[in-house]
């Protein structure tokens, strides 16, 4: 199993320029805890790869390389489908048969393509990347797993090991009953120490880089927002998926579902939107009812 693993490009400040490789299995919630490591990968004067979605990678800016996976789709294209009541069983069901099944398999190719044609000398890839840390393993070179579940708690061992055995043994990778080589290497979380779930602590390889002790500690106008008024009548909804632009409609349900009750609501979204398009939209498309008179507030939250 032997390829060409990386080479050096030049020297910044009498240091050797590397090629880094950022991988992502997913949607911008996948790869934006990942940015902050490329801004500063970036000033060293390193070069920069990204490899995953097509649609996520469209909207990129400051890699030198680009990877795409799929077809660039327009917005209203997207659909997140029918609400449906929350299930833990089920959301643990699709770590194991999507992103350590179907999909693991796939990027384990196009990131192994990537590998042998860019030739990184570091690949950094989310923990829901199963593909291309494997493919990363299997052609010898370093990597870098970034937390992308603050809680570290939907990824259950039992649930993805069967099908990472069969994708390692697939390419004649040894066989790893525990899954260690999940946290071998170095395991960056970027979140508040706080976030993380006690009974899955982070492993002996990892380091958190998030602000402490809490968030709720943090001055932002949104808790300051959240601390005042009378009790209990507020509620506060936050989104972190990439259906918040305007296309879709996962807000608008929300809204349209919200304003039914008696409270102050506040919105945080990750992308901008505008408030007063929503509060339009949901009344419009309400069967019955109007749009709330009650504010709505646009913020963006960082941990």
Request: charged residues 20%; neutral net charge.
């Amino acid at each position: 199993m032997a390829h060409r693993v990386g080479s050096t490009t030049g020297s910044t400040r009498g240091r050797a320029v590397r090629r880094v490789l950022f991988s992502f299995a997913g949607g911008l919630g996948h790869l934006a805890p990942m940015l902050p490591i490329a801004d500063v990968l970036r000033g060293a004067g390193h070069s920069l790869g990204v490899c995953g979605e097509a649609d996520v990678l469209a909207g990129t800016e400051g890699f030198d390389a680009h990877f795409p996976e799929g077809e660039t789709t327009s917005p209203s294209g997207r659909s997140t489908g029918t609400l449906a009541p929350p299930d833990l069983d089920h959301e643990y069901s699709v770590i194991g048969t999507h992103f350590a099944g179907v999909l693991a398999a796939r990027r384990f190719d196009l990131v192994r393509d990537v590998i042998d044609r860019w030739h990184p000398d570091l690949v950094i890839c989310d923990e829901m990347d199963f593909g291309a840390m494997t493919a990363a393993e299997h052609a010898a070179v370093p990597r870098v797993v970034v937390a992308v579940i603050a809680s570290g708690a939907l990824t259950r061992i039992d649930r993805i090991c069967e099908p990472l055995r069969r994708l390692r043994a697939a390419h004649d990778l040894p066989s790893d009953h525990e899954c260690s080589f999940l946290t071998q290497d170095l395991v960056i979380s970027p979140f508040p120490p706080s976030f993380r779930d006690p009974d899955v602590p982070l492993p002996p390889t990892a380091v958190s880089t998030g602000p402490g002790p809490s968030l709720a500690s943090r001055e932002h106008p949104a808790i300051d927002w959240l601390r005042s008024g009378k009790k209990p009548h507020r509620v506060y909804v936050t989104l972190g998926t990439v259906f918040n632009t305007e296309s879709g409609d996962l807000i608008v349900r929300l809204l349209r579902g919200l304003h039914r009750l008696p409270a102050r609501v506040l919105v945080t979204v990750g992308r901008d939107i505008d408030p007063a398009t929503c509060r339009h939209r949901a009344a419009t498309s309400a069967s019955s009812g109007s749009c709330p008179s009650r504010p709505c507030s646009r913020t963006s939250m960082s941990s």
